[in-house]
């Protein structure tokens, strides 16, 4: 790499993506938990496919073009039941503008039976930390 890297700015979070086995499920409780459906969904190939990704959603959670801050859901094969039984992710973070957003989510979330499984004050913010069904 050559050149002046000063005026690079830091990367920002472009894509998180998460494999299942269980796509349908995923994607269903993702669309509740964002209160959105997936901006774009790729159905399972007819033909056997080169890729072990099968089907795709995608979540656009913002940006502004060209930037944009997706989550995605692949339904994998050989996929296990819960993400946590092998190495990959440990967790990632949604963030809101404010305490009211924060709570009016957790309360969206409440009345669909979605608890945190924890909750913490790191001083400068609050954080709910929820799992999904594959333990993500």
Same mark, same amino acid.
């Given at each position: 790499? /050559?050149?002046?890297?000063?005026?690079? /700015?830091?990367?920002?979070?472009?894509?998180?993506?998460? #494999?299942?086995? !269980?796509?349908? @499920?995923? #994607?269903?409780?993702?669309?509740v938990t964002? =209160?959105? @459906?997936?901006?774009?969904?790729?159905?399972?190939?007819? @033909?056997?496919?080169?890729?072990? /990704?099968?089907?795709?959603?995608?979540?656009?959670?913002?940006?502004?073009?060209?930037?944009?801050?997706?989550?995605?859901?692949?339904?994998?094969?050989?996929?296990?039941?819960?993400?946590?039984? =092998?190495?990959?992710?440990?967790?990632?973070?949604?963030?809101?503008?404010?305490?009211?957003e924060l709570?009016?989510?957790?309360? !969206?979330?409440?009345?669909?039976?979605?608890?945190?499984?924890?909750?913490?004050?790191?001083?400068?913010?609050?954080?709910f930390y929820? @799992?999904?069904?594959?333990?993500?």
């Amino acid at each position: 790499m /050559s050149g002046n890297t000063e005026n690079i /700015s830091a990367p920002s979070i472009s894509e998180v993506v998460l #494999k299942t086995s !269980r796509f349908d @499920e995923m #994607k269903d409780w993702y669309t509740v938990t964002l =209160d959105m @459906e997936p901006s774009f969904i790729r159905e399972r190939p007819k @033909e056997p496919s080169w890729t072990k /990704s099968q089907q795709i959603a995608f979540f656009k959670l913002y940006g502004v073009y060209p930037y944009a801050q997706m989550l995605g859901v692949f339904e994998v094969d050989g996929t296990k039941k819960r993400a946590n039984e =092998d190495p990959g992710l440990h967790h990632f973070q949604l963030a809101h503008g404010n305490f009211d957003e924060l709570f009016m989510r957790y309360d !969206r979330l409440k009345e669909r039976g979605i608890m945190p499984i924890q909750k913490w004050n790191h001083d400068v913010m609050t954080s709910f930390y929820y @799992e999904d069904l594959d333990g993500n």
